[in-house]
């Protein structure tokens, strides 16, 4: 991945990733950034401001709600609850390979991601990498189904280690995708992460603007175990950032205050 520089920032920000959000406050503001770029370097430091966690928070009928559903950094975990009414109003579906066919609304992703997911899978093609989408887009009646059925099996505490509660899970964003491949029986699985495929998708997810969200050893930050497969679109600088710094989303986002 090529460094980046003032000005490769400044442009990224100046097309629309201020607020999709692609930086840090360590975006750098210096005395000779022209009027233009200081205002871009100032708005993408508010965003940041205005996306913390302590400030997109409220309890609504006793539960943790999150306010800012519609950012590409809402930060959406077992402590803060997306509402159950909850569906993004630009959902689409990417044109990418998936393990399945027909329809389906886990084909979908909000408009943002699948255009940035649409050029990882195109720039793995490029790099003889096969994979395909397995999981998008699921609302909170789809979340309920899957984590009862898994809780069923399984029992609640475990499931919870690698399912997500209604209103918990990433997926009704609409911003992540489980991805697989042949290699791994399309299946969702840990050792995805120590096939070919895996490993790039892990060493290339950032620069189309993806963490691997859920990453090894961070099991006690995220609260979920080692999810390779799943990818969550937060834009390319922020996603440099993480995945540079080695941080999960929540370390990433308590920084801004």
Request: net charge positive; proline share 4%; charged share 20%.
């Amino acid at each position: 991945m090529k460094p980046f520089t003032r000005k490769s920032i400044i442009s990224t920000i100046l097309i629309g990733s201020v607020v999709a959000g692609s930086a840090f406050t360590t975006f750098p503001i210096t005395s000779n950034l022209n009027p233009i770029a200081s205002a871009a370097s100032s708005s993408f430091t508010q965003f940041l401001h205005d996306n913390a966690p302590s400030r997109t928070i409220k309890t609504i009928k006793n539960v943790a709600t999150v306010t800012n559903v519609s950012s590409t950094v809402v930060l959406v975990n077992k402590k803060r609850n997306l509402p159950s009414t909850y569906a993004p109003q630009d959902l689409v579906i990417p044109n990418i390979p998936f393990s399945f066919s027909g329809s389906s609304p886990k084909k979908q992703m909000r408009k943002v991601a699948a255009t940035a997911i649409e050029k990882l899978f195109a720039a793995a093609k490029k790099d003889g990498i096969d994979i395909k989408a397995v999981s998008g887009y699921r609302s909170y009646a789809t979340q309920k189904s899957i984590f009862d059925r898994n809780a069923s099996i399984k029992g609640e505490a475990v499931a919870n280690k690698t399912s997500a509660r209604p209103g918990q899970s990433e997926h009704q964003t609409g911003l992540a995708m489980d991805i697989s491949s042949a290699s791994a029986g399309y299946d969702l699985q840990q050792s995805f992460g120590n096939t070919k495929e895996g490993k790039w998708l892990k060493a290339n997810a950032h620069k189309y603007g993806f963490i691997i969200r859920y990453g090894k050893d961070q099991e006690k930050l995220t609260g979920y175990s080692y999810e390779p497969w799943h990818v969550r679109y937060v834009g390319v600088y922020i996603a440099g950032e993480i995945t540079n710094q080695k941080l999960t989303l929540e370390q990433y986002l308590e920084r801004a205050k």
